[in-house]
């Protein structure tokens, strides 16, 4: 049996990493060093993210790459990214009006969460609603907890009533409004079991 363990080694975060030090004093030859991504990594990932639904142009990958290289190699900003540019045409151009990708996580993950709401149409209420519960959830939700609790949320379900037909007469969140906005944050939830229970 061999057990792997990721560990951190950093000096900025002294406390975290003295769980390297101690494993490392009991096995001071087991350790493999994880080196930070490349450039030719994150194209790899990005050639392999649109295997799976989507073909960019050359010029739309080199730009991601290009802004890759500017956030650091962090693979959360590429898988971000990826996200945001999969909805491009084919004629868009990278780093021209909407099509400009922001350079540190923080920032592109709120420009995500901006684009769910212009571009794709979800009330802005619904998608903050949805993270906030998310992350204040101790353990996570399921996803029939989670869709009752919007169901019980008054902004929501205000939001959402004059757009979607029969809300106001069923008093529940439309299944189609939850499956839509979920297929889109599916890339960024982990599901996981507790209680035999599947939790996002």
């Avoid at 868009?92 to 794709?120: C, K, N, S, W, Y």
């Avoid at 939850?178 to 982990?190: C, E, M």
Wanted: aromatic fraction near 8%.
């Amino acid at each position: 049996m061999r057990l792997v363990i990721s560990v951190l080694k950093d000096a900025t975060y002294k406390t975290d990493s003295e769980i390297y030090e101690g494993l490392q004093n009991q096995f001071p030859a087991g350790f493999i060093e994880i080196a930070p991504l490349t450039a030719k990594d994150g194209r790899d990932i990005l050639i392999a993210l649109e295997g799976q639904v989507c073909r960019l142009r050359d010029g739309q990958r080199d730009y991601i790459i290009r802004q890759f290289e500017t956030s650091s190699y962090s693979p959360l900003w590429l898988r971000t990214a990826f996200e945001i540019a999969k909805s491009w045409k084919s004629v868009d151009q990278p780093g021209e009006d909407r099509h400009v990708l922001a350079t540190d996580t923080t920032g592109l993950i709120a420009q995500f969460i901006d684009e769910l709401t212009g571009i794709h149409h979800h009330e802005r209420q619904l998608v903050t609603r949805v993270l906030g519960y998310l992350a204040a959830s101790k353990n996570g939700l399921s996803a029939k907890e989670l869709t009752e609790v919007l169901s019980d949320d008054a902004t929501v379900m205000g939001a959402i009533s004059s757009h979607v037909y029969g809300v106001r007469d069923t008093g529940m969140l439309p299944p189609s409004v939850w499956v839509r906005l979920s297929r889109q944050l599916s890339p960024f939830f982990i599901e996981k079991r507790f209680d035999e229970q599947p939790l996002l």
